[in-house]
């Protein structure tokens, strides 16, 4: 085989799958914004996305109605929430001649996000409480005052991640 063939052959086996095409993800209707798009779509079940869409903006009228003294709008308070319980790293398991070790890696952008929106749901979801939309209106309260169940998972995940800093050369 000729130097230019093998360098074309090795060129078609690192290319196996083309990567995928990322969504246009289109802005809310009533805030004209792409992350309160995401947001509901992570909290949305069964493809209700009205639902989801009630159960989002009923929460910010109560998050709203709650923090009335605060000079920033519903919002706002909800974008700092979400800043609050965003993770910088986070720990990844990696086999390494028999030891599995946690190793802490940084997250990509549009990871954090994400990440940072499936906690707040969730933990919405598991607090006592009425309905869904007061939930997760004081799960946002909490986040934003840095307390609740979301903030201590971003907390402990940090501190994951500062305890198996001795592994951080195994990065991958």
Sequence with gaps: MKSNQKQEH???????????????????????DVKVTKFVNHLMYDGKKSIAYTIFYSALEAVKAKMANEEK????IWRKALENITPQVEVKSRR???????????????????ISMKNLISYARKRGGKT?????????????????????????????????????????
Excluded: C, W, Y
């Design 10 to 32: 090795n060129f078609f086996v690192k290319m196996r799958k083309a990567k995928p095409k990322k969504r246009v993800v289109l802005p809310d209707p009533v805030f004209s």
């Design 73 to 76: 709008s519903s919002l706002e």
């Design 132 to 172: 869904m939309s007061d939930k997760l209106a004081a799960e946002i309260i909490d986040a934003f005052n840095e307390q609740g169940g979301a903030f201590k998972r971003k907390e402990d995940m940090h501190k994951m991640a500062e305890a198996n800093r001795a592994f951080a050369h195994f990065r991958f």
């Design 96 to 114: 390494v001649g028999g030891a599995t070790f946690q190793v802490p890696t940084e997250i990509r952008p549009d990871r954090k996000e994400s």
